[in-house]
């Protein structure tokens, strides 16, 4: 059922500003989420020893424990990669880091565990990372299953039991060849509509759909629905769409759910050396493509009402990791494989010298009492004290707003 609230689409920025705020004021876990622009005007302006420079390589950009999840790949396989890439760039690897242990101490502090799990998850995020370089760099070698903590191969095995009907539940709320306008979908503007149509009847959008090893290589594609999505939270504002498919027809029709998203500028700074596309939606498939192969090889980018945007299809295998409240243990041992995770995303980008030069510079600076180097330690403590102030003065704001 339509709610009139959502009907106007000449409403959607105000109604997506309100909905911002109110997710970041959800809890400091999501205000970290949704704030990747202040991060790195944080990292800038915060008094702590210098960075290493590390090497240049594409970087997630956004990388905190959300974005990371199982994905699966074209031929069916699953595995543990990065899963948003909106911020990727040619960068500094000390970014991801940094942002990945601030993620996961906020998360460990909401879980009212004590502050040395803080340092101990520094301590093994440096040790999981380091792990992901000395393994080597072979984007195809499996992530071994005895090296994932108990609740990742839960995860896995949930991921790979699943089907087009859990992911349709979840997604659109049932099978029915209908996406339901309401609180999550909002009614397209006429103009919206027929780009999209006109989008889905290119040979690049048809092979993006196709490619999947259980489909017909020459299989037709049919637009059974669409609308904006409302999702996200620092993505909230620019354009996102639901689009529902039928791939083939007769008794080898399937469905499946593309996600269009826009393309805007990456806040990360970006490395001088090497070269990225111009394009945002072009920068952020290419990256997909260095750090998550599998995610990368099911993007495409394209431009949607003179805007540059990408397209994936959404799996029912691919979720997010959801930490809850873990214990002291299983807090530290997940910052140890995710980060393994990230350190294996930047391996692969590099030559066997480079990976010897750069564990190199990340073993240095390290404490007599902390395992780690001292630039991440100092990094991660000042931003989670500069976080939580602005966190609570975002949480004042938005109450004075309602």
């Not at 940094?98 to 998360?107: D, K, Q």
């Not at 092979?207 to 037709?220: P, Q």
């Not at 990225?276 to 990256?287: C, E, I, L």
Request: glycine residues 6%; proline residues 5%; charged residues 25%.
């Amino acid at each position: 059922m339509q709610t009139q609230e959502f009907a106007d689409p000449a409403q959607r920025a105000v109604q997506l500003s309100a909905l911002r705020n109110r997710k970041m004021a959800a809890s400091a876990q999501a205000y970290v989420r949704g704030s990747t622009v202040r991060f790195y005007q944080w990292l800038e302006d915060s008094p702590r020893a210098a960075l290493p420079e590390g090497p240049a390589v594409w970087i997630c950009g956004d990388c905190h424990i959300g974005n990371l999840g199982p994905l699966a790949a074209t031929d069916g396989e699953i595995a543990i990669h990065i899963r948003d890439l909106d911020q990727t760039v040619i960068g500094n690897p000390v970014h991801d880091l940094i942002r990945l242990a601030l993620s996961l101490a906020t998360s460990a502090l909401s879980a009212d565990l004590p502050g040395v799990t803080i340092a101990r998850i520094i301590e093994r995020m440096v040790e999981g990372y380091e792990h992901g370089f000395e393994r080597g760099a072979d984007e195809a070698a499996p992530q071994i299953e005895s090296e994932q903590p108990k609740m990742i191969r839960k995860l896995m095995r949930h991921a790979a039991s699943r089907s087009w009907r859990h992911l349709a539940d979840e997604r659109i709320e049932g099978t029915a060849p209908i996406i339901p306008l309401g609180k999550r979908f909002w009614p397209l503007k006429n103009t919206e509509r027929e780009a999209i149509l006109t989008l889905f009847e290119q040979e690049t959008t048809r092979r993006l759909v196709t490619k999947f090893r259980s489909r017909n290589d020459d299989a037709a594609l049919r637009v059974l629905d669409a609308a904006f999505w409302r999702k996200g939270c620092s993505s909230l504002g620019g354009l996102r769409y639901a689009i529902l498919v039928a791939v083939d027809e007769g008794k080898n029709e399937r469905h499946c759910l593309i996600d269009i998203k826009e393309a805007v500028a990456a806040a990360a700074p970006r490395s001088p050396e090497g070269e990225m596309p111009a394009d945002n939606a072009k920068r952020v498939v290419t990256g997909a493509r260095h750090l998550s192969p599998f995610l990368g090889d099911r993007m495409v980018a394209a431009r949607l009402l003179e805007r540059p945007v990408f397209m994936r299809e959404l799996l029912p295998q691919d979720l997010k990791l959801e930490t809850g409240r873990l214990s002291h243990r299983e807090t530290v041992d997940m910052a140890g494989f995710v980060a393994h995770v990230v350190g294996r995303a930047h391996a692969r980008q590099l030559h066997a010298t480079d990976r010897k030069a750069w564990l190199a510079a990340l073993r240095k600076n390290r404490s007599k009492s902390l395992d780690a180097p001292s630039w991440l330690w100092t990094s991660v403590v000042d931003l989670l004290a500069v976080h939580e102030v602005a966190y609570l003065n975002h949480c004042r704001r938005y109450a004075l707003d309602v």
